[in-house]
C-alpha cells in the first residue's frame, strides 16, 4: 500500500537558519504530493502541493519538488522565523485509487527559537 | 465561504457512551472525508463520501463507527459505546475532483474527542 517517510524531530533551529525536513513516499499509482502545517491548536493547512514529476511547489518562503525518480519531497525554507514552529505533515494522494484519500507521515515538530 | 466547520471542537465523555460529530463541507466540493488523529501521528483515513454515497471504509472504521451525510451536505460521525482507545482528533476534509484532478482539499479544525 501508499506510505510516507518523514525525517523523526523533533527539530529546533535558530531564527534564519536553513531548513529541510526529508520526506519520501511509496505509491502504486502516480500520486499528487502535498506539505501541510498545523500550528498549536489549529486544524491542518495546505502549505504547498505538486502534481507531477518535477513540480515545485511554493508558498511563504517554502518549497519542495517533485522527484519520481528518488520517490521524494523534501521541504525546504532558506530563513526559518519563530512564527514557522509548527508540525509539518508530508502526504500523498494515489490519483489511481480513486478516492483521493491522503496519506500522512508521522510528522515532524519544528521549533524555532529567537 | 467559510471553510470546513467542525462541531463540537471538544468532546469528553464516558466510557460506553455514545458521541455524534458534525462537519460542514465547503459547499462547492463534492467529497467529503473523516479522519482520525492521535497525539503524535499523522492523520489516518476513515472513510469518504461523494455527495450522499459513502463510497469506501478504512479497516480502522469498527462496527462501532457510522458516518452519514445525508442529501449530500453536512456529515456525521456517530460513535457507540465509546472506548478509550478512540481519544483522539477526528477531521473532516472536503475536496473537488472534477474530471480526475483534485481541484481543492480543506481540512476543518477538528472534534477533539476524550474517553474517561
Known amino acids: 500500500g501508499d506510505s510516507v517517510t518523514q525525517m523523526e524531530g523533533p527539530v529546533t533551529l535558530s531564527e534564519e537558519a536553513f531548513l529541510t525536513i526529508n520526506c519520501t513516499y511509496t505509491a502504486t499509482g502516480y500520486p499528487s504530493l502535498f506539505w501541510y502545517v498545523q500550528y498549536p491548536g489549529e486544524g491542518l493547512q495546505l502549505l504547498l502541493k505538486?502534481?507531477?514529476?518535477?513540480d515545485k511547489g511554493s508558498n511563504k518562503g517554502f518549497e519542495a519538488t517533485y522527484r519520481k525518480e528518488t520517490t521524494s519531497f523534501h521541504l525546504e525554507k532558506g530563513s526559518v522565523q519563530v512564527s514557522d514552529s509548527a508540525v509539518y505533515f508530508c502526504a500523498l494522494s494515489d490519483r489511481g485509487a480513486g478516492s483521493y484519500q491522503l496519506t500522512f507521515g508521522k510528522g515532524t515538530k519544528l521549533s524555532v527559537i529567537p | 465561504d467559510t471553510g470546513v466547520s467542525q462541531d463540537p471542537r471538544h468532546k469528553i465523555t464516558k466510557r460506553g457512551q455514545n458521541v455524534t460529530f458534525r462537519c460542514d463541507p465547503i459547499s462547492e466540493h463534492n467529497r467529503l472525508y473523516w479522519y482520525r488523529q492521535t497525539l503524535g501521528q499523522g492523520p489516518e483515513f476513515l472513510t469518504y463520501f461523494q455527495n450522499e454515497a459513502q463510497l469506501e471504509k478504512s479497516r480502522l472504521l469498527s462496527d462501532r463507527f457510522s458516518a452519514e451525510r445525508p442529501k449530500g451536505s453536512f456529515s456525521t460521525l456517530e460513535i457507540q459505546r465509546t472506548e478509550q482507545g478512540d481519544s483522539a482528533m477526528y477531521l473532516c476534509?472536503?475536496?473537488?475532483?472534477?474530471?480526475?484532478?483534485?481541484?481543492?482539499?480543506?481540512f476543518g479544525s477538528g472534534t477533539r474527542l476524550t474517553v474517561v
Open positions: 505538486a502534481t507531477k514529476a518535477d
Open positions: 476534509a472536503s475536496s473537488l475532483v472534477w474530471d480526475r484532478d483534485l481541484l481543492g482539499y480543506t
